[in-house]
């Protein structure tokens, strides 16, 4: 559950209600904390702009990646993600439904102002995970695609924004953060489809680039402090799912077609077999590409060093039985065969380079 930013929905300004919102639970178990945009919201933005998204708030037609996360660690959920948030909506304004959304900068903003004194329990213990940036990309694309806007300076920006506030969380005793980079945008249906993903890979890897440089440059100014401080690869893990045998692994059958999809009239279809599409609509990821990413989270958060390749991919749809979930079926929801219900649910791996 978010941290009452669900109550912002009724007010004229997302941050002018900031005093309305509730703290966090004071709780035995520590927080997974999430700041981020559709990919991450589980229903923020839903309630903020009065709309029904695609299924209970999600961007998605089931739960998304934290939410399997946070069940699998056994952590208190905080999500604070706003579909359609930027990193700083000064940089690029955040937007959805035609209102504006707090960005990443503001999220963090109203975070550390409704929990100013968290415990040193929490500050040891709980975990923050970051994704954003590929809305700041994808409100640029056309001025970076023309040459308009000068893609490094651009990267430099976002990475720059992005790391100014994990400087922030550092600098208020967060020891625990994890910073998810761009995923590959290049093979998402909006890119396929508009025959762009030539374009928009180097935009991506250059975006990449530029936040590991800046959160590395973070974790070098708070030394010791920031051993907890890392990146995560996003993009890699994109690209193991849609290779042919993480897509079997998930039961996925198509990773090219979106299944929501809008026609010139505006009106909306939906396929009839959603939970075997990689995409659900022709940017976010279906059912099932969020249940893997949330068991390589959990994994993940444990051990930020764990090596992720394909057989982990494979591993952990059969331990999970994902290509036979859905949003009736999985952990969270019940419904699942006892073998994929870990009393120990996740693994502790050896050290070892990221995503690969």
Known sequence: MAIGLRTLAACAGALAC????????????????????SLSDTGNTAALTNTTAYWKG?????????????????????????????????????T????????????????????????QFHLNNDVIEIEVGG??????????????????????????????????LAKAGYKNILVWNLPAADLSPNAISTGTSAIIKPL??????????????????HGAAASGIHVLDLNALTRLVLQPAGMQALGLTDAVDACYTKNAAGAA???????????YDSI???????????????????????TIDLGTV?????????????????????????SSTPTNPVPTPSPAPKCH
């Not at 009839?272 to 995409?279: E, T």
């Not at 969020?290 to 444990?302: D, F, K, N, P, S």
Request: net charge neutral.
């Open 18 to 37: 900031a005093s309305m919102t509730a703290a966090a639970p004071v709780a035995d178990r520590p927080n997974l904390i999430i700041f981020g945009n």
């Open 58 to 94: 999600r961007f998605s037609n089931s739960y998304v990646w934290n939410e399997y996360a946070a069940r699998l660690l056994d952590m208190n959920l905080n999500n604070n993600a706003f579909g359609g948030a930027t990193s700083n909506n000064d940089i690029s304004p955040g």
């Open 96 to 119: 959805s439904s035609g209102v504006k959304v707090p960005s990443f900068h503001d999220q963090v903003s109203v975070w550390l102002k409704v929990n100013p004194t968290a415990t």
């Open 135 to 168: 809305n700041d990309l994808l409100n640029s694309a056309a001025a970076l695609m023309s040459g308009a806007v000068p893609p490094v300076d651009f990267a430099a920006r976002v990475a720059a924004s992005i790391a100014s506030d994990v400087d922030t």
């Open 204 to 221: 991506v890897d250059l975006v990449n680039t530029a936040i590991a440089k800046a959160v590395g440059m973070i974790v070098q100014k």
């Open 269 to 279: 279809s939906v396929c009839n077999n959603p939970d075997q599409h990689a995409f």
């Open 284 to 306: 976010h990821p279906a059912s099932r590409v969020h249940y893997l990413w949330g068991a390589v989270a959990a994994i993940l958060t444990r051990n930020p060093a764990a």
């Open 314 to 338: 494979v591993s952990l749809a059969k331990k999970f039985d994902i290509a036979q979930s859905n949003n009736q079926n999985n952990i969270i929801a019940g419904n699942v065969p006892p």
